[in-house]
């Protein structure tokens, strides 16, 4: 990692065992200054997260906020540069996701999608490079969250996996776009994550489909994003990461 103080702006980090929380702990230890967006999260352990942040001496900030809101990215972005400067690492994790299969799926379920994952993504990306070429800034990261939506079917979740497809196609597309400012843009598929959403019994479904005999967790995605904006990885962009730990589907 650099040793120049960078600002890490996460989107998505409303609970204690969620992909968001272990990327901001994650980037936080390598010496990033976090700001972080929740929604209906519990407050108080907001509080305590946000001074686990701070136990090394670098500041957090977050931020609730609906992020389906039209001008939700360019409220996000202003409260950033507001508290902490301008972020020169972005991590679109926050996602919406619900079950819609061919007899649920409509215009409400497919806006509700759209909205979070791809309008957001892509809004906030967009403002995020503006505002790193206008200060000047150099060696900026974008990493997208994506599922693996193009490796397998997901009929279950067809608003979900459409829309999170439309997020890595923006990957390839915005990379060649920012480059010239000196901003990497990548998308990270981190596998089914024993996260907020795994019950038991899809865990029992899942372990087999995993060679190494246990299921990704959010730290494992945490590293993969560490890597991903270190000094290392600035010749990797318009890349989609499938770093599933040998899934099998």
């Given amino acids: 990692m650099s040793h120049t103080p960078r600002i890490a ?4 980090a409303s609970h204690p065992r969620d992909i968001g929380t272990a990327i901001c702990r994650k980037l936080a230890a390598e010496g990033m200054t976090i700001c972080f967006t929740y929604w209906k999260a519990d407050l108080e352990w907001i509080k305590t997260f946000q001074a686990e942040l701070a136990v090394n001496g670098f500041q957090s900030e977050a931020l609730e906020i609906d992020l389906s809101a039209p001008d939700a990215a360019e409220r996000v972005l202003a409260y950033t540069c507001s508290t902490l400067g301008t972020p020169s690492v972005l991590i679109n994790n926050a996602a919406h996701s619900t079950q819609t299969d061919l007899t649920t799926l409509d215009v409400s379920s497919l806006d509700a999608h759209y909205a979070v994952n791809v309008r957001s993504t892509v809004l906030l990306s967009t403002l995020f490079a503006r505002t ?14 994506t599922s693996g939506q193009d490796l397998g079917p997901m009929p279950d979740e067809i608003a979900y996996a459409t829309t999170k497809g439309a997020v890595s196609a923006f990957t390839t597309s915005f990379a060649s776009a920012v480059a010239p400012f000196g901003i990497t843009v990548n998308a990270l598929n981190p596998g089914p994550t024993d996260s907020t959403w795994m019950t038991d019994d899809i865990r029992t479904h899942l372990i087999p489909q995993f060679p190494f005999g246990r299921i990704g967790t959010p730290e494992d995605a945490a590293r993969t994003i560490a ?23």
């Fill in 227 to 249: 890597f991903l904006v270190s000094e290392d990885a600035a010749w990797i962009t318009g890349q989609v990461i499938h770093a599933e730990g040998g899934f099998a589907r």
């Fill in 132 to 145: 790193f070429a206008a200060a000047g800034l150099s060696d900026g990261r974008i990493v997208n969250l």
């Fill in 9 to 12: 702006l996460v989107t998505g």
